[in-house]
């Protein structure tokens, strides 16, 4: 009996090479050998191999193809692919501008220093989502107030050049 394409099977890490892990998989007495790479280790960014697995490790992988010359591709991360993301819900939106916490003044003229966003409330639970959108929006402000500083900067070397000539 033979691998398939597709199908899941146990394996022991057999050999770690800097571009992906060598599988030996034995099925019916006989041991097949197939390769990992590295993109296909982990669902997160893989810098060293070895951080990830070691030599002898028991692992589940995927059958991703096996070419006309007997060469196996396998997958780590298709063998144990966590379930799909649930969708996310959201409140219905009436007002945009206050949504996310921000004042309606939304064109970075900050001049207190403050921070106009509001802090989340304490009930609502930490979320890879909200922490992106959390990310995303003090980029976007930090950017606006640095524009304004920058075209702020330009501007009056502009004018003190005009009053030299």
């Known amino acids: 009996m033979s691998l398939e394409t597709g199908k899941i099977y146990d394996g022991k890490v057999r050999n770690i090479a800097p571009y992906g892990a ?9 041991v097949h050998v197939g390769m990992v790479h590295i993109s296909e280790i982990s669902n997160t960014y893989v810098n060293e191999i070895k951080d990830h697995l070691t030599e002898g490790q028991e692992v589940k992988v995927k059958v991703l193809n096996i070419d006309e010359n007997g060469k196996t591709s396998l997958s780590i991360k298709k063998a144990t692919e966590s379930p799909a993301p649930k969708p996310r819900t959201q ?17 970075g003229n900050n001049t207190t220093g403050q921070n106009n966003r509001q802090q989340p409330a304490a009930s609502k639970p930490q979320t890879p989502e909200n922490s992106f959108e959390d990310m995303l929006s003090r980029f976007k402000q930090s950017s606006e107030e640095k524009m304004s500083d920058l075209k702020r900067n330009i501007d009056s070397k502009r004018r003190s050049a005009r009053r030299g000539k």
Not at 22 to 30: A, C, N, P, W
Not at 91 to 107: I, L
């Open 22 to 30: 060598f599988v030996e998989i034995t099925l019916d007495g006989k």
């Open 91 to 107: 409140a219905p939106r009436t007002d945009r501008g206050n949504q996310r916490g921000f004042s309606n003044n939304q064109g």
